[in-house]
């Protein structure tokens, strides 16, 4: 995906969250839930106008700060190799985010989602993107698995990346299998947390084995 396409489909994805979020917001209560447990029951509010107003301010927010970070990146000349996958995944965590802020729309409008069922698509997608962005990502300092080791040779980086990126995939298959019940959620989400404490030991390993053989 080019850098136009990426920043117009981000922009049109804001739109939609601040089009919807206008066309309800005399709809929504004075008191918004915002945050729920892993029981489905609400636990964390605001105000209407920060309950409305946050997700767009936080997606802006993010959004930005993805567009930035390769600008100041020392090793910017290497995001070249997987701009566009980069690209890809900064609009599907967009996406993700606009979905998210439109179940939590929904729920204050009186529509009782099973919110952990109904995310589970979406964060199974991110952690797909995130295992596709890992398999193309050279080294750099904002994006991959930035341990010590992967930073200190390019090697370590893409033996560690070879085996965290269908890590990640799987865990997200798993993780939008659990619109079918919670269990395969969390199973999903344990195997990132998994994936990702597996990926650090084995960058520090594959280092040390290079550091033998020199």
Do not use: Q
């Not at 690209?87 to 919110?115: E, K």
């Not at 195997?191 to 084995?209: C, R």
């Amino acid at each position: 995906m080019s850098n136009k396409t990426a920043l117009w489909c981000t922009a049109a994805l804001w739109a939609a969250m601040a089009a919807v979020t206008a066309a309800v917001y005399g709809h929504l209560p004075t008191v918004m839930v915002t945050h729920w447990g892993a029981d489905n029951t609400p636990n964390g509010t605001m105000s209407r106008p920060w309950g409305a107003l946050f997700p767009l301010l936080l997606t802006a927010g993010i959004a930005a700060l993805l567009w930035f970070l390769p600008l100041i990146d020392p090793r910017r000349r290497n995001y070249a190799a997987f701009r566009s996958t980069y690209n890809v995944f900064v609009v599907g965590l967009v996406a993700f985010l606009a979905y998210v802020d439109f179940l939590t729309l929904a729920w204050n409008l009186g529509y009782r989602l099973p919110l952990g069922r109904a995310l589970a698509p979406g964060l199974g997608a991110i952690f797909v993107l995130t295992g596709l962005l890992l398999r193309k990502a050279r080294p750099n300092w904002f994006v991959g698995i930035r341990t010590p080791w992967t930073l200190s040779s390019t090697t370590v980086w893409e033996k560690t990346h070879r085996l965290a990126a269908p890590a990640f995939i799987l865990s997200g298959v798993v993780t939008a299998a659990g619109v079918f019940g919670t269990p395969l959620l969390w199973g999903g989400l344990g195997l990132v947390l998994l994936s990702a404490a597996l990926a650090v030991v084995y960058s520090y390993l594959a280092y040390e084995e290079e550091r033998k053989r020199a």
